[in-house]
């Protein structure tokens, strides 16, 4: 099953892979532009391996990666790419990357938590939600629904 939907983002056809490994296409030539690998966990997910999409946010104002490519991935984590190079977006977050752990709560395993759908971007924010375990027990991990600045990746 492969249950993604690509976007055209800066002229490329992107899409992530249920293992969250990226695939920038030149859709005119029908070439492959650029590969991303975030070297996601190999755990047992509560929804197993999936992604759905992801989303896109540009910047008017020039600066380090102006045009983002935004996923949320299996062993959750908030990652910023650029469109352009496929190469993580450094002034995001930690080295391109925000973890989306923090402060949901202890898990009793790892992929307990994890996100699957692709964010939403509202303005300069990424809205990211999450898919969890539920229905397991009382004390389950939070699947709190967060907004997270596009340009630093600072929760809001």
Not at 41 to 49: C, F, G, H, I, L
Request: aromatic content about 8%; overall charge negative.
């Amino acid at each position: 099953m492969f249950p993604t939907t690509p976007i055209l983002a800066a002229g490329q056809l992107v899409f992530w892979t249920p293992h969250n490994h990226g695939v920038a296409l030149d859709p005119l030539i029908v070439g492959e532009l650029w590969r991303f690998n975030p070297e996601i966990t190999d755990v047992d997910y509560a929804n197993e391996v999936n992604c759905r999409g992801v989303a896109q946010w540009q910047s008017s104002a020039s600066q380090v990666c102006p045009h983002r490519i935004l996923i949320g991935t299996n062993d959750a984590r908030l990652l910023a790419i650029d469109s352009v190079r496929g190469t993580p977006c450094r002034d995001f977050g930690e080295q391109g990357e925000v973890d989306l752990l923090a402060g949901v709560g202890a898990l009793r395993w790892p992929g307990e938590y994890q996100v699957v759908s692709p964010p939403a971007v509202v303005g300069d924010t990424v809205v990211v939600g999450a898919a969890i375990s539920d229905n397991v027990r009382h004390d389950a991990p939070s699947g709190v629904v967060r907004g997270f600045d596009a340009r630093t990746g600072a929760l809001k």
